[in-house]
């Protein structure tokens, strides 16, 4: 790594990270309405899209990079605007719409089910209970800490140098495993001269994707799904366990209070 | 019994007495009221043995021959117990020392002489004045054992007693036993520490406390010097034995005061290192026997026990100081100059304690400065450097020995009986109702006062004429002969001349120049006021203690009952100086008389005070004894020999003033209420110097105690501000540090998380930089 | 070796699963309100859901699958258990704010208190009024309790 090429991929990808992490300081909540920075936390934002994906590898086909991009897109958007919104119900909302983005993702890699379920479970149904939360405690108005980050630059840089680190960790990948440090190449695979092995439907792009997903995992996982099984059942259980202990305890606060109350006025 | 020579007898003197404190502090608490045997068995044993080697020694010297007969020949006999140390090759001795000398008449040295060998025996010497010594000091111990199972009676405390009282008899035996300088030094501490627990008996008692403290420090004064002298006679002499020892390879090393050495009459060096040494020991002989100017604590130990008082501070503890000079007397021969420093030391002090003791109203603290007093007299006759001043010395620590513990047992069972008071002021006429007591008294304080024929008259003569002979002999250009007879002249001194001794060194210092004829005329006559003084106070003390109409105080005990007193003698009251207590008068025949116990040790007392002086005297017993000791059988010392005769002219000038002395008393005092009006007042301005010591105490305040406590105090500052504030400090580092990193505990998780999850990324950053290609 | 296999496929999918993890870490670490800090923490899910996915398409085999399934019935459960804990912390304070709890904090720290922040200049929407004509219609209890403002 001789001098510093800023157009090379490793500079792009830096930049592209110093970036976002100017961006994501800038659009987080900090108690001033200055609406000037988040606009320029924004612009930021873009600029560092832009450099990933300059920095992105080519897939096979135009439709392909077209359908990729745009869910990838969807998903890592709303993800930003879910963590700098200041309202947490909008919030909520671009959550959602990155789950949709996620599963799009999910879809373009094969996993059908996946995809679906993420959709069905996380949006329809932990999103909802989050909205539930949400409409108990909120209070009206934009509250005080919703207003405030707390240590917003030490988050964003913590943020960056993790995505520099997994970003450049992703770009040194290889075909070959035991080329596995080799420079990242532009140009695909290296090692396609390894003899192709018999040619059969890779499983999870196989036609009956969901029938091979059930056999694996009620054969090869069968007990980890019990596990999983029982586990919802503690959650399950855990959960309304709680509350009614906060509710006796409630109650016996109560009831000692009109005790209290009784014998005082006696 | 042929087995027991006298050299395996000699360890038991001391070994009895300490195997008596062993068990009297082993089984004193179970004992109880008997707690007395063990210590009294120990000291009845070695009394017992020392008089059989009194005996065996006397057997020894042989009878007396006429003067002019062939010279006494020494009597020692060794006992080396075991080797303490030993080196082979220790040192290089510096030329020019006699450790360095070859001309001395032994084996050649070897070729190795450049390292001298150096050793350390544990041994003992049987030899006349240490058989004297042995004698005076268990016997007397015994006594005062005995009269202490009376005095202490009830005591909490009373095991205790006895087991010091062991441990004191044992550390003086091997003083005054031990051939080793430096076992010397090691039971000079050791009597010293004996005596600051027996002064600080009834510790609980700020003044005892006090005054124990001080008689420590004082005495550490003194033993400094005898430190140093220590250390100046290694270098000196190489070696620190005084008999001649063998070493291993077959050479002989002649002791310090060795038949080697003493037969050579170049042995001893003088000029400044034998100055040195000699004006070292002078230093610790004052210190350990109270001698100007570390004479200060001798009156404050009066508030020990009465009997501890008799013990040691009258007839042995102090008597350490006169046994060391007499028994370095040819080291202090080629010095005249210390010599001379020496009596003059010993005059001045007489005289200036005689002068105090003439105004004190406390019976025990006259006595005290009565024994200050008589060891300035001895301190005068051993700076004769004459056979007759040592022997005299001796003679007189014998008879003061006697006449002296009679006198303090017999102040001890007049406060017993007082019910502890001691200020002569608050009783008077005791004689009628404690005659023991009072006869005994009287008898000591005769000899005291030395009145014909008693013990202390023939003693005080002797040293007169000592100091008389000196005198004139200095003024003859040193020698010793006779010229004709005249009145007042000593006619009865005839004999050879002695040579002048010894290396003629240059006199550096200009000690010398004390040596001079004068010196020792006013040393005579301070010698003579002083025995008026003596006699002066002593019967002063006996008018208004027995005389005059019989009073008593208050919680005085009658005959009947002395058991249940308890331990809290006060000493004395310093309470109210003009009109006392008025006390009562006692109806009909009521008797304070002390019990058996206490008088019989004054009645066994009462006979040799009256006649030991004539005894030893008349016969020249203890001179021609005492004139074996080796030490005494130098050719310098020996050389000085006089015939024993006595002094009627010095005899005459004795008895006149102790006449005058006892009628100044007996106007004053006899017959009259002892709290009338004061001598003090009647000399004026002269009785307030007398009666504050002279402001010795004062002056050491200002000059040595309140800079030292000064120094004390800057050094409790510098350790409290300096030591401890560096400690401090360092202890405060973590403190603030910890302070300052608590801050960032704020109690947000978050910031926690947000620690954490820096902490991680540094590790992963870490790992792909050193794993990348 | 997957014929499908393709490697700047995975480095895509990796790319942006590695930047929902990150934006969910930033998500967990600044936003103070207890809901966001969940939706961010789901978030980090999806992306390590996504990463998962890739390698298994990578892969071919349907491990990444299997371990994306039990990761969504995980976060099922932890969702579920945390907003009663979130429910309860808020009966407790009043408030969804995670700087609320400072407890653990040492003796000599003060609490920390936000800045004043200054005030949201929003100007009230204006609704039309007509002239009240007639009697007042009774007074409508679900009116009074609703919020007319989320």
């Given at each position: 790594?001789?001098?510093?090429?800023?157009?090379?991929?490793?500079?792009?990808?830096?930049?592209?990270?110093?970036?976002?992490?100017?961006?994501?300081?800038?659009?987080?909540?900090?108690?001033?309405?200055?609406?000037?920075?988040?606009?320029?936390?924004?612009?930021?934002?873009?600029?560092?899209?832009?450099?990933?994906?300059?920095?992105?590898?080519?897939?096979?086909?135009?439709?392909?990079?077209?359908?990729?991009?745009?869910v990838?897109?969807?998903?890592?958007?709303?993800?930003?605007?879910?963590?700098?919104?200041?309202?947490?119900?909008?919030?909520?909302?671009?959550?959602?719409?990155?789950?949709?983005?996620v599963a799009g993702v999910l879809l373009v890699l094969g996993a059908q089910f996946l995809g679906v379920a993420t959709i069905?479970?996380?949006?329809?149904?932990?999103?909802?209970?989050?909205?539930?939360?949400?409409?108990?405690?909120?209070?009206?108005?934009?509250?005080?800490?919703?207003?405030?980050?707390?240590?917003?630059?030490?988050?964003?840089?913590?943020?960056?140098?993790?995505?520099?680190?997994?970003?450049?960790?992703?770009?040194?990948?290889?075909?070959?495993?035991?080329?596995?440090?080799?420079?990242?190449?532009?140009?695909?695979?290296?090692?396609?001269?390894?003899?192709?092995?018999?040619?059969?439907?890779?499983?999870?792009?196989?036609?009956?994707?969901?029938?091979?997903?059930?056999?694996?995992?009620?054969?090869?996982?069968?007990?980890?799904?019990?596990?999983?099984?029982?586990?919802?059942?503690?959650?399950?259980?855990?959960?309304?366990?709680?509350?009614?202990?906060?509710?006796?305890?409630?109650?016996?606060?109560?009831?000692?209070?009109?005790?209290?109350?009784?014998?005082?006025?006696? | 019994?042929?087995?027991?020579?006298?050299?395996?007898?000699?360890?038991?003197?001391?070994?009895?007495?300490?195997?008596?404190?062993?068990?009297?502090?082993?089984?004193?608490?179970?004992?109880?009221?008997?707690?007395?045997?063990?210590?009294?068995?120990?000291?009845?044993?070695?009394?017992?043995?020392?008089?059989?080697?009194?005996?065996?020694?006397?057997?020894?010297?042989?009878?007396?021959?006429?003067?002019?007969?062939?010279?006494?020949?020494?009597?020692?006999?060794?006992?080396?117990?075991?080797?303490?140390?030993?080196?082979?090759?220790?040192?290089?001795?510096?030329?020019?020392?006699?450790?360095?000398?070859?001309?001395?008449?032994?084996?050649?040295?070897?070729?190795?002489?450049?390292?001298?060998?150096?050793?350390?025996?544990?041994?003992?010497?049987?030899?006349?004045?240490?058989?004297?010594?042995?004698?005076?000091?268990?016997?007397?111990?015994?006594?005062?054992?005995?009269?202490?199972?009376?005095?202490?009676?009830?005591?909490?405390?009373?095991?205790?007693?006895?087991?010091?009282?062991?441990?004191?008899?044992?550390?003086?035996?091997?003083?005054?036993?031990?051939?080793?300088?430096?076992?010397?030094?090691?039971?000079?501490?050791?009597?010293?520490?004996?005596?600051?627990?027996?002064?600080?008996?009834?510790?609980?008692?700020?003044?005892?406390?006090?005054?124990?403290?001080?008689?420590?420090?004082?005495?550490?004064?003194?033993?400094?010097?005898?430190?140093?002298?220590?250390?100046?006679?290694?270098?000196?002499?190489?070696?620190?034995?005084?008999?001649?020892?063998?070493?291993?390879?077959?050479?002989?090393?002649?002791?310090?005061?060795?038949?080697?050495?003493?037969?050579?009459?170049?042995?001893?060096?003088?000029?400044?290192?034998?100055?040195?040494?000699?004006?070292?020991?002078?230093?610790?002989?004052?210190?350990?026997?109270?001698?100007?100017?570390?004479?200060?604590?001798?009156?404050?130990?009066?508030?020990?026990?009465?009997?501890?008082?008799?013990?040691?501070?009258?007839?042995?503890?102090?008597?350490?100081?006169?046994?060391?000079?007499?028994?370095?007397?040819?080291?202090?021969?080629?010095?005249?100059?210390?010599?001379?420093?020496?009596?003059?030391?010993?005059?001045?002090?007489?005289?200036?304690?005689?002068?105090?003791?003439?105004?004190?109203?406390?019976?025990?603290?006259?006595?005290?400065?009565?024994?200050?007093?008589?060891?300035?007299?001895?301190?005068?006759?051993?700076?004769?450097?004459?056979?007759?001043?040592?022997?005299?010395?001796?003679?007189?620590?014998?008879?003061?020995?006697?006449?002296?513990?009679?006198?303090?047992?017999?102040?001890?069972?007049?406060?017993?009986?007082?019910?502890?008071?001691?200020?002569?002021?608050?009783?008077?006429?005791?004689?009628?109702?404690?005659?023991?007591?009072?006869?005994?008294?009287?008898?000591?304080?005769?000899?005291?006062?030395?009145?014909?024929?008693?013990?202390?008259?023939?003693?005080?003569?002797?040293?007169?004429?000592?100091?008389?002979?000196?005198?004139?002999?200095?003024?003859?250009?040193?020698?010793?002969?006779?010229?004709?007879?005249?009145?007042?002249?000593?006619?009865?001194?005839?004999?050879?001349?002695?040579?002048?001794?010894?290396?003629?060194?240059?006199?550096?210092?200009?000690?010398?120049?004390?040596?001079?004829?004068?010196?020792?005329?006013?040393?005579?006559?301070?010698?003579?006021?002083?025995?008026?003084?003596?006699?002066?106070?002593?019967?002063?003390?006996?008018?208004?203690?027995?005389?005059?109409?019989?009073?008593?105080?208050?919680?005085?005990?009658?005959?009947?009952?002395?058991?249940?007193?308890?331990?809290?003698?006060?000493?004395?009251?310093?309470?109210?100086?003009?009109?006392?207590?008025?006390?009562?008068?006692?109806?009909?025949?009521?008797?304070?008389?002390?019990?058996?116990?206490?008088?019989?040790?004054?009645?066994?007392?009462?006979?040799?005070?009256?006649?030991?002086?004539?005894?030893?005297?008349?016969?020249?017993?203890?001179?021609?004894?005492?004139?074996?000791?080796?030490?005494?059988?130098?050719?310098?010392?020996?050389?000085?020999?006089?015939?024993?005769?006595?002094?009627?002219?010095?005899?005459?000038?004795?008895?006149?003033?102790?006449?005058?002395?006892?009628?100044?008393?007996?106007?004053?005092?006899?017959?009259?209420?002892?709290?009338?009006?004061?001598?003090?007042?009647?000399?004026?301005?002269?009785?307030?110097?007398?009666?504050?010591?002279?402001?010795?105490?004062?002056?050491?305040?200002?000059?040595?105690?309140?800079?030292?406590?000064?120094?004390?105090?800057?050094?409790?500052?510098?350790?409290?501000?300096?030591?401890?504030?560096?400690?401090?400090?360092?202890?405060?580092?973590?403190?603030?540090?910890?302070?300052?990193?608590?801050?960032?505990?704020?109690?947000?998780?978050?910031?926690?998380?947000?620690?954490?999850?820096?902490?991680?990324?540094?590790?992963?950053?870490?790992?792909?930089?050193?794993?990348?290609? | 070796?997957?014929?499908?296999?393709?490697?700047?496929?995975?480095?895509?999918a990796?790319?942006?699963?590695?930047?929902?993890?990150?934006?969910?870490?930033?998500?967990?670490?600044?936003?103070?309100?207890?809901?966001?800090?969940?939706?961010?923490?789901?978030?980090?899910?999806q992306?390590?859901s996504v990463?998962?996915v890739a390698?298994?398409r990578?892969?071919?085999?349907?491990?990444?699958h299997?371990?994306v399934?039990?990761?969504?019935?995980?976060?099922?459960?932890?969702?579920?258990?945390?907003?009663?804990?979130?429910?309860?912390?808020?009966?407790?304070?009043?408030?969804?704010?995670?700087?609320?709890?400072?407890?653990?904090?040492?003796?000599?720290?003060?609490?920390?208190?936000?800045?004043?922040?200054?005030?949201?200049?929003?100007?009230?929407?204006?609704?039309?009024?007509?002239?009240?004509?007639?009697?007042?219609?009774?007074?409508?209890?679900?009116?009074?309790?609703?919020?007319?403002?989320?």
């Amino acid at each position: 790594m001789n001098g510093f090429d800023p157009f090379s991929p490793g500079g792009l990808l830096a930049a592209g990270v110093v970036a976002a992490a100017a961006s994501l300081r800038l659009l987080l909540p900090s108690g001033g309405e200055s609406r000037s920075l988040r606009w320029l936390g924004g612009l930021l934002g873009l600029a560092a899209l832009a450099a990933f994906i300059a920095t992105g590898r080519r897939l096979g086909g135009l439709g392909e990079e077209a359908v990729f991009l745009i869910v990838s897109l969807v998903a890592i958007v709303s993800a930003a605007a879910t963590v700098v919104s200041r309202s947490p119900v909008y919030a909520a909302i671009w959550f959602a719409l990155c789950l949709a983005g996620v599963a799009g993702v999910l879809l373009v890699l094969g996993a059908q089910f996946l995809g679906v379920a993420t959709i069905v479970v996380y949006a329809g149904a932990i999103l909802v209970m989050f909205l539930f939360v949400l409409m108990l405690a909120q209070p009206a108005g934009l509250a005080p800490y919703d207003r405030v980050s707390n240590e917003p630059l030490l988050a964003a840089l913590a943020g960056a140098v993790l995505l520099g680190v997994l970003s450049l960790s992703i770009g040194r990948l290889s075909a070959s495993p035991s080329a596995c440090c080799g420079l990242p190449s532009r140009t695909g695979p290296a090692a396609a001269t390894a003899p192709a092995p018999a040619v059969t439907d890779a499983d999870p792009l196989a036609a009956d994707h969901v029938a091979r997903l059930g056999g694996e995992l009620f054969g090869r996982h069968l007990i980890a799904v019990e596990a999983a099984g029982v586990l919802l059942l503690v959650a399950l259980v855990g959960a309304i366990a709680v509350v009614a202990r906060g509710e006796q305890a409630r109650a016996a606060a109560a009831a000692d209070a009109r005790a209290a109350g009784r014998s005082l006025s006696r | 019994m042929q087995e027991l020579s006298p050299t395996s007898l000699l360890v038991l003197v001391p070994l009895l007495p300490l195997l008596g404190a062993i068990l009297t502090v082993a089984l004193g608490r179970r004992l109880g009221s008997k707690a007395h045997l063990p210590a009294m068995a120990g000291i009845a044993g070695a009394a017992a043995v020392a008089v059989t080697l009194l005996v065996a020694t006397a057997r020894d010297v042989g009878p007396a021959r006429g003067h002019g007969a062939e010279p006494v020949r020494p009597v020692e006999m060794i006992s080396t117990l075991w080797q303490w140390a030993s080196f082979d090759k220790a040192y290089a001795a510096p030329p020019g020392s006699p450790a360095a000398d070859l001309r001395l008449e032994s084996q050649p040295l070897s070729r190795d002489a450049a390292l001298r060998p150096f050793s350390i025996p544990v041994a003992l010497r049987l030899d006349p004045l240490t058989a004297t010594m042995l004698t005076i000091i268990t016997c007397v111990g015994l006594l005062v054992a005995i009269y202490s199972t009376g005095y202490m009676h009830g005591d909490p405390g009373y095991p205790r007693f006895f087991a010091l009282v062991a441990m004191f008899v044992f550390s003086m035996s091997m003083l005054v036993a031990a051939s080793n300088f430096l076992l010397v030094y090691v039971f000079w501490e050791a009597v010293g520490a004996c005596s600051y627990l027996l002064i600080g008996f009834w510790f609980t008692k700020p003044e005892a406390a006090r005054a124990a403290k001080k008689a420590f420090l004082v005495n550490r004064v003194g033993d400094f010097g005898l430190a140093i002298a220590v250390f100046l006679l290694w270098m000196t002499y190489g070696t620190l034995d005084f008999h001649d020892t063998i070493s291993s390879q077959g050479v002989i090393m002649p002791g310090i005061l060795g038949q080697t050495r003493l037969a050579d009459a170049g042995g001893y060096v003088g000029g400044i290192v034998g100055t040195a040494i000699c004006l070292l020991l002078l230093l610790a002989a004052c210190g350990k026997s109270a001698q100007l100017p570390l004479h200060v604590w001798l009156p404050d130990a009066m508030e020990g026990p009465t009997p501890a008082s008799a013990l040691i501070h009258a007839a042995t503890m102090v008597t350490a100081g006169i046994y060391l000079i007499a028994r370095s007397s040819p080291l202090f021969m080629p010095c005249p100059g210390a010599l001379a420093l020496v009596s003059i030391v010993g005059g001045t002090t007489a005289l200036v304690a005689a002068l105090i003791g003439t105004v004190q109203n406390d019976l025990k603290r006259v006595l005290a400065y009565s024994t200050i007093s008589q060891l300035g007299y001895m301190f005068a006759s051993l700076g004769t450097g004459t056979l007759l001043g040592f022997t005299a010395a001796i003679f007189h620590l014998l008879t003061h020995a006697c006449f002296k513990a009679l006198l303090f047992l017999g102040a001890g069972s007049v406060m017993h009986a007082m019910g502890g008071v001691i200020d002569m002021r608050r009783f008077g006429g005791l004689r009628r109702v404690m005659p023991i007591t009072a006869a005994t008294f009287l008898v000591g304080s005769a000899a005291l006062a030395g009145v014909a024929p008693f013990a202390g008259f023939f003693s005080k003569d002797e040293i007169l004429a000592a100091l008389h002979a000196k005198g004139w002999a200095t003024a003859h250009g040193g020698h010793h002969a006779a010229v004709d007879a005249s009145p007042f002249r000593p006619a009865s001194f005839a004999g050879e001349a002695s040579a002048t001794w010894g290396p003629t060194a240059a006199d550096p210092v200009g000690l010398d120049a004390l040596d001079s004829p004068a010196t020792w005329q006013i040393l005579f006559w301070m010698a003579l006021v002083t025995a008026g003084l003596t006699a002066f106070y002593t019967f002063r003390a006996v008018f208004m203690t027995f005389t005059g109409p019989t009073r008593v105080p208050e919680g005085a005990h009658p005959h009947g009952g002395h058991d249940t007193h308890g331990h809290a003698h006060d000493s004395h009251d310093h309470g109210s100086h003009g009109h006392h207590a008025h006390g009562h008068e006692p109806q009909g025949h009521v008797s304070y008389e002390s019990p058996p116990a206490m008088t019989f040790p004054l009645m066994v007392l009462a006979v040799p005070s009256a006649l030991i002086g004539w005894l030893l005297f008349s016969t020249n017993w203890l001179g021609h004894f005492l004139s074996a000791t080796p030490s005494f059988t130098a050719t310098a010392v020996a050389s000085t020999a006089t015939p024993h005769a006595f002094h009627m002219d010095l005899a005459v000038q004795g008895t006149i003033a102790a006449a005058i002395g006892i009628v100044v008393a007996a106007i004053g005092h006899l017959g009259r209420r002892s709290d009338g009006p004061q001598l003090e007042r009647f000399l004026g301005p002269l009785g307030g110097l007398f009666a504050n010591k002279f402001f010795f105490d004062q002056i050491y305040a200002a000059l040595v105690v309140r800079p030292l406590e000064g120094l004390a105090m800057l050094a409790a500052l510098f350790d409290r501000y300096v030591i401890d504030g560096v400690v401090d400090t360092i202890a405060r580092i973590p403190l603030a540090l910890g302070g300052i990193i608590r801050r960032s505990q704020s109690g947000l998780l978050q910031r926690y998380a947000l620690a954490g999850v820096l902490g991680v990324l540094a590790i992963v950053v870490l790992l792909a930089w050193q794993l990348r290609p | 070796m997957n014929p499908s296999a393709s490697l700047p496929l995975l480095q895509n999918a990796l790319t942006v699963g590695a930047i929902l993890f990150s934006l969910g870490l930033v998500g967990i670490l600044a936003r103070r309100n207890l809901i966001v800090m969940f939706l961010a923490a789901e978030m980090m899910l999806q992306g390590i859901s996504v990463s998962l996915v890739a390698w298994s398409r990578y892969h071919g085999d349907w491990g990444g699958h299997v371990l994306v399934i039990f990761v969504l019935t995980v976060a099922a459960c932890e969702a579920a258990v945390a907003l009663v804990f979130v429910l309860q912390a808020f009966s407790r304070t009043g408030r969804l704010d995670a700087a609320a709890w400072q407890s653990l904090r040492e003796a000599n720290v003060p609490r920390t208190v936000d800045h004043e922040l200054p005030p949201i200049d929003t100007v009230p929407p204006r609704f039309p009024t007509l002239t009240p004509a007639g009697v007042l219609p009774p007074e409508d209890e679900d009116a009074r309790l609703e919020r007319d403002h989320v």
